[in-house]
């Protein structure tokens, strides 16, 4: 985690004065996400169960009463008392300690995978936040630009050189424009409550937007492999607790032993003297346990090795899914780098079509069609260049969430 938080300050630091405002919420959400803390409760448990493999058999205890007195030599048997314990064959407990340590790393490798995610949708919250956050902007300076178009209308109409349908044509176009905002500020509710319920508080707390960002001129390097994605570290670590359960399997398969002690008073023989009337007996035991007739061991060896064969296809799999993924956010980001740059030299020129209109009028002519379409033009290429800075920004998010460790 803290190499993906290096590297997403590294991303954005160049481009976003407030990258490490991201960097907090992303933090926030990962302190406070109830979904994350559910993974963390669920490594916890499979911690403790490291500690639970440690069990042995329960500790036999048993006490019978003789109805009819057993006479012997010595005296008349009157009870018997014994205990027993089996023991695991030698490693058992051990290899079962492994195995509930490798199953825990599994539920870490879960833990991971859970927090990136997270952080992966906050990031791109984020940027769809900035991008309705920006359009509205420009919106806003479009429409303060047609408001100015309308005050030339509106003189030109008064000596004669407009049409007081030219004032209504940029009047319209205003109306569509504040339409467009409207809309915008309702997705960006929607999308605020989003990004606040990431970070598991209140929908309607304010959260702090970039604005002004752009593309670099140079895409960061990115020097971790796919191969350390924590989606497919987490096979690895499937892989390890199935040969740990297969290890686990064999000693379990092995003999058991069994060590205990009988204990039975003997009653005194009160007809006779001699050295051992009345003598306790006292008698050790040790039993051995063996699976002879026993076939599930075997049949788990096998479901081991079939689930071995399963976690391979299965990382495979999804090596080639994250692979494409990768190849089509390289795609895109550079789709929108390229797109970027071009409505970069159309809004350059759109703004010199602009200053040509500003000086015709200044010469005493002014066509209001060509006004209405140089704003749509200019607006086009605006929320074009919004659009590719933000589909940069997602998908150098994907980019991250994919390569690094």
């Known amino acids: ?5 290096t590297l997403v300050c590294i991303l954005f630091i160049s481009t976003l004065g407030n990258a490490q405002q991201l960097q907090e919420y992303i933090d926030e959400a990962q302190a406070s996400n109830p979904n994350i803390q559910a993974f963390e409760l669920r490594y916890d448990i499979a911690r403790e169960k490291v500690n639970e493999a440690s069990w042995l058999p329960n500790t036999e205890f048993g006490i019978g009463y003789f109805v009819s007195e057993p006479e012997t030599r010595t005296g008349a048997q009157r009870a018997r008392f014994s205990a027993k314990q089996m023991l695991p064959w030698f490693g058992t407990v051990s290899t079962r300690k492994q195995y509930a340590s490798a199953m825990a790393e599994t539920d870490y490798a879960d833990y991971l995978i859970a927090k990136r995610k997270l952080a992966l ?12 956050q920006a359009k509205q902007g420009v919106l806003g300076e479009n429409i303060q630009l047609l408001k100015t178009y309308e005050t ?12 007081a349908v030219d004032v209504l044509r940029l009047q319209i176009r205003q109306n569509e424009l504040q339409q467009q905002m409207e809309v915008l500020e309702e997705q960006l509710i929607a999308e605020q409550a989003n990004f606040n319920a990431l970070l598991n508080r209140e929908e ?9 960002m752009t593309i670099p001129d140079q895409d960061p390097i990115v020097l971790d492999s796919l191969q350390l994605n924590p ?6 670590k499937m892989y390890e607790s199935v040969s740990q359960a297969e290890s686990l399997n064999q ?11 009988d204990y039975i008073p003997v009653q005194e023989r009160p007809d006779m003297t001699f050295s ?3 003598k306790d007996i006292v008698m050790p035991m040790v039993s051995l346990s063996i699976p002879i007739f026993n076939k599930r061991y075997d049949s788990r060896t096998k479901q081991n090795e079939l689930h071995k064969q399963e976690i391979a296809f299965r990382k495979q799999e999804r090596l080639n899914a994250l692979s494409s993924m990768l190849v089509k956010a390289i795609s895109k980001k550079n789709e929108a780098r390229i797109a970027f740059n071009t409505q970069e030299k159309n809004l350059k020129q759109a703004k010199d079509a602009e200053q040509i209109l500003i000086k015709t009028y200044q010469t005493g002519t002014i066509d209001f069609n060509d006004v209405l379409d140089i704003q749509e033009l200019q607006l086009k290429f605006q929320l074009n260049q919004i659009q590719s800075v933000q589909l940069y920004y997602v998908q150098s998010s994907l980019i991250n969430y994919l390569t690094s460790n």
């Open 251 to 261: 000693k379990e398969g092995a003999p058991s032993l069994g060590v205990g002690i």
């Open 231 to 236: 989606e497919l570290i987490r096979f690895d």
């Open 204 to 212: 309607g707390l304010s959260i702090a937007i970039a604005t002004d």
């Open 276 to 278: 051992d009337n009345g």
């Open 121 to 132: 949708a906050v990031a791109q919250s984020y940027y769809r936040l900035y991008d309705f």
């Open 1 to 5: 985690m803290k190499n993906l938080k």
């Open 152 to 163: 030339l209308a509106l003189t030109s109409v008064e000596v004669g050189k407009a049409s």
